[in-house]
Nanobody
Framework: VQLQASGGGLVQPGGSLRLSCAVS????????MGWYRQAPGKQRESVAS???????SYADSVKGRFTISRDGAKNTVYLQMNMLKPEDAAVYYC?????????????WGQGTLVTVSS
């Protein structure tokens, strides 16, 4: 299983970015897909998640600004980030949770850097 994240970059405060994470490999079904971020000197934190039923969850700090979505046919999860703030700057990682048989696995992407600066 491989996760390829993309879409990071430099954006001014108030700007927008859209992150994508494409999942490849032999997976029967993906349960949860999510985005995490880690800023320098800080712990990795959950940003948003979406389950197989489409139910979403967001960190309080991004509610109303970020939107997570998934394309089941493409095994891809997206994070639309609007009204970006300097404190949103971090390396963003995608994560999936899935079953293989009866065993549950969690896999991570390589991270994509988001810089918010004027």
């Amino acid at each position: 299983v491989q996760l390829q994240a993309s879409g990071g970059g430099l954006v001014q405060p108030g700007g927008s970015l859209r992150l994508s994470c494409a999942v490849s490999g032999s997976i029967f079904s993906i349960n949860n897909m999510g985005w995490y971020r880690q800023a320098p000197g800080k712990q990795r934190e959950s940003v948003a998640s979406i389950n197989s039923g489409g139910r979403t969850s967001y960190a309080d700090s991004v509610k109303g600004r970020f939107t997570i979505s998934r394309d089941g046919a493409k095994n891809t999860v997206y994070l639309q980030m609007n009204m970006l703030k300097p404190e949103d700057a971090a390396v963003y990682y995608c994560n999936i949770g899935y079953y293989s048989g009866t065993q549950y696995f969690s896999s991570w992407g390589q991270g994509t850097l988001v810089t918010v600066s004027s």
